[in-house]
């Protein structure tokens, strides 16, 4: 094995320490519930005072607000009777809105859509007081596929909507709508759905207080100039007191790179700053990486490469280099180094993409890659996205990675 790779080792007690504070129901998924997310900034803030980095301004918070939609209160759900678990069974999703009752269930189905008797009648009835189950199975048609989103989309005044999905997850809204949302395991449904049950509490937050988390190691000859490492520290949240989402994958252990790599340059500081974001509002739409490019603490021009990582978790397949096909130079030189070091198994590249926090810099003129790695463990935005199922597959290898192209300046 690599010495270096050796070495490094001897830190992932460091490592597994960050997921876990990250992950632990203190910080409650890093949301918008029991102050999660000023939790979180306040510990990786802390984290970055004591391995004795600089902050611009005297101060590492970068404060920004935007609206969300939370569940503090209730958020039951049962179908023909039968009481189903939150997190495990059912997720209601981020923008519903207030719901407690018992509803019909009307099923809007492929036959639904072909059938023009069924269609009609399906159109002409009265679905206020009525859940719409939307089954997008016995079909691959894009254009029925398209019509079926539509009227999860557009759910023509019905209370409310019912997906059944094989592996359920949850997100974020940044508005409520009138209508609820319930995503319903497969597992779950053991018969045809007849009747559901809701007793459900939201509280929209138009401007919810929250903030980016920014420091800096001075580099030691063109310090006006950085390289910046970037990661989103925010995650789902939760429901009521007791369900959360820990975000371990997504993205506690982008986080914890963040933190290992601003231990490495402290110590070893480069010609060049190099400077750590840690973004809040990620899963709300880019907020806090799209009010740090409208606002930088730098001059946008200054930087030299932007690195973001988020989803680095795994790696049995390799990694994935969003940008990698529009900075081909600088992807060239990815590929070289992992030749050479043999970290990763391979080096994907994509195109732009609006998928995560590099892209409102990409959209100012900043050369600037997205990683995530491939392969393994699947969870995504449910409870089981934990720290002691993800197995860091390839962690030092990408740290490593990054290390070596930053140096290759």
């Known amino acids: 094995m690599n010495f270096s790779l050796q070495v490094f080792s001897q830190d992932m007690a460091y490592t597994h320490k960050v997921m876990d504070t990250l992950c632990s129901k203190t910080m409650f998924g890093r949301g918008y519930l029991n102050d999660g997310d000023k939790k979180a900034a306040a510990y990786i803030c802390n984290e970055f005072k004591n391995i004795g980095l600089s902050f611009f301004y005297d101060s590492c918070f970068q404060k920004l607000s935007y609206p969300v939609n939370t569940f503090p209160g209730k958020a039951a759900v049962s179908i023909n ?3 189903l678990e939150l997190g495990k069974d059912y997720y209601v999703m981020a923008k519903s809105s207030y719901c407690k009752g018992t509803f019909d269930v009307i099923y809007y189905t492929v036959n639904t859509l072909t059938n023009p008797d069924s269609l009609m009648m399906f159109m ?30 557009n759910p ?25 949302v319930v995503t319903i395991s497969k597992k779950a449904v053991t018969q045809k759905i007849k009747t559901i049950t809701v007793d459900i509490e939201n509280s929209f937050i138009e401007n919810y207080p929250t903030q980016n988390v920014v420091a800096y190691c001075k580099g030691t000859e063109k310090s006006d100039s950085f390289f910046v490492f970037t990661a989103h520290y925010d995650h789902l949240g939760g429901y009521g007191k007791d369900v959360f989402i820990p975000g371990a994958n997504d993205n506690a252990g982008g986080i914890s790179m963040l933190l290992n790599l601003a231990k490495y340059y402290k110590e070893h500081p480069p010609k060049y ?3 750590y974001i840690a973004f809040t ?20 021009e200054k930087i030299k490469v932007l690195l973001n990582l988020d989803l680095v978790g795994t790696g049995d397949d390799g990694a994935m280099l ?9 992807y060239d030189t990815f590929i070289k180094i992992n030749e050479e070091k043999k970290y990763l198994k391979k080096i994907d590249k994509r195109g732009e993409a609006a998928n995560s926090d590099h892209y409102p810099f990409y959209a100012k003129g900043v ?9 393994g463990i699947s969870e995504y935005h449910n409870i089981y996205d934990r720290p002691t199922t993800l197995p860091l597959t390839k962690y030092k290898e990408v740290y ?10």
């Open 156 to 180: 023509k005044h019905a209370r409310g909507i019912i997906h059944v999905e094989e592996k359920p997850c949850w997100n974020v809204s940044t508005k409520v709508e009138k209508y609820t």
């Open 400 to 409: 490593h990675l990054m290390i070596n192209f930053v140096n290759s300046f």
């Open 367 to 375: 050369k600037c890659f997205f990683l995530y790695t491939l392969g």
């Open 281 to 300: 509002g990620e899963e709300a739409g880019l907020k806090g990486s799209t009010y740090f490019a409208e606002h930088p603490w730098f001059p946008l």
């Open 81 to 83: 009777g039968q009481t």
């Open 124 to 153: 002409g009835s009265d679905l206020s007081d009525k859940f719409v189950l939307v089954d997008k199975s016995g079909t691959k048609n894009e254009d029925m596929l398209k019509m079926m989103d539509l009227m999860s989309a």
């Open 322 to 330: 969003v940008n990698g096909a529009v900075f081909k130079d600088m």
């Open 273 to 275: 700053s190099v400077a």
